[in-house]
């Protein structure tokens, strides 16, 4: 949930360079709305703490995939022709279709694995083009830190 309240929090930046009477967020999801109930209620809540009230001063335009990734595209471009101000994307394959239509938009992403090695970013210290965001690379570090655990404890005699 922290992770998604620095994502609010980045995209309330973003909507603050912005000088529309009414902020359009969109957010593309490659799952249901069910699932990803707590991530957009996090989201919200984020977003008010910035001073952001969904349908006071900001709104948001949902695309769901439903599990569908071949939709994602469509759903990408639907949000670009709307228009949106910022482009909240979450998982790899959802931001991917995000940055595959635009490279204007900010896109603020998160989910697991490494934004380098997916080709979202270029580095870390310097990401570059239009998209930031949180990636918890659970996956990737778990090597790293089982390697770490195993020095830390040492081997049981026997």
């Known amino acids: 949930m922290v992770l998604l309240l620095t994502g609010a929090m980045t995209a309330a930046s973003a ?3 912005q000088q529309k009477a009414m902020p359009l967020i969109g957010w593309l999801n ?3 709305p069910g699932p ?3 991530f957009v209620s996090a989201f919200r809540e984020g977003l008010s703490e910035a001073g952001y009230v ?6 948001i335009e949902y695309g769901w995939a439903e599990g569908r990734h071949d939709r994602l595209p469509a759903l990408a471009a639907d949000l670009v022709g709307r228009k949106v101000d910022v482009i909240v994307a979450g998982g790899g394959v959802a931001v991917l279709a995000a940055k595959n239509v635009t490279s204007t938009i900010p896109i603020v992403f998160f989910g697991g694995g490494d934004p380098v090695a997916m080709g979202l970013v270029t580095s870390f210290a310097r990401p570059g083009g239009n998209l930031t965001g949180v ?3 659970a996956a990737e570090l ?3 830190r089982l390697e770490l655990l195993s020095e830390l404890i040492p081997p049981r005699p026997g």
């Open 36 to 38: 990803s109930a707590p």
């Open 54 to 59: 969904v349908g006071q001063n900001v709104a």
């Open 142 to 144: 778990m090597v790293k």
């Open 135 to 137: 990636a918890s690379m």
């Open 15 to 17: 909507l603050c360079a």
């Open 30 to 32: 490659s799952n249901s």
